[in-house]
């Protein structure tokens, strides 16, 4: 090999624009999903579902995991906390006062089919002055409106009215 066959600068430019092709293909793999996450809109009521996934009774308390899929076909995000509404025999609104626990909330994206879960925790027994009876709970995800209705039966919580519930944040993954 000659001298004018081989150039080491040459040699040099060549690898560094291969580093550099292999680095921006990387970071075209990186990017785009924590860009989709920025930019993700706030998911709609129409796009999510509503499951009850667990329940959890503990001494005078009963608390009902619940998970919200988004059955759409675009990722999407929520953040904070679901407002809950207790619902009578006919599905109208009982009085309800809401409690936060387990926050502060974060984002949550969901891709399709992913879901973000939370929990409602509410007295059942003790030193209770009456009962509160309800049927349901109208459940509105954060940063939405319809609400999404999911029933129970008739099911007694501490009174007198309004009745006390606690809700968790949504979280991704399970963090309850």
């Given amino acids: 090999m000659t001298s004018a066959e081989y150039d080491p600068g040459r040699h040099r430019a060549a690898a560094l624009a291969m580093i550099c092709a292999l680095a921006l293909s990387v970071a075209a793999f990186i990017v785009p999903a924590s860009g989709v996450a920025a930019s993700a809109p706030t998911c709609s009521t129409s796009n999510l579902r509503l499951d009850k996934i667990g ?3 503990f001494t ?3 608390g009902w995991d619940f ?3 988004n059955v759409g076909s675009r990722t ?3 953040k904070g906390y679901p407002s809950v509404g207790l619902l009578d025999a006919t599905a109208r609104p009982l009085p309800t006062d809401i409690g ?3 926050g502060p909330p974060h984002n949550v994206v969901l891709a399709p089919w992913h879901r973000a879960f939370f ?3 509410f007295a059942v027994s003790g030193p ?3 009962a509160v009876f309800a049927y349901g709970m109208a459940i509105t995800p954060p940063q939405a409106s319809p609400r999404l209705v999911w029933y129970a039966g008739r099911f007694d919580l501490c009174g007198p009215a309004p009745a006390s519930v ?4 949504v979280a991704f993954p399970r963090q309850f």
């Fill in 55 to 57: 329940e959890n009774d």
């Fill in 60 to 62: 005078s308390h009963r």
């Fill in 67 to 69: 998970a919200l899929r």
């Fill in 76 to 78: 999407c995000h929520l």
């Fill in 100 to 102: 936060h626990f387990g």
């Fill in 119 to 121: 929990s409602v925790t």
């Fill in 128 to 130: 209770c002055s009456a």
């Fill in 166 to 169: 606690n809700i968790s944040p």
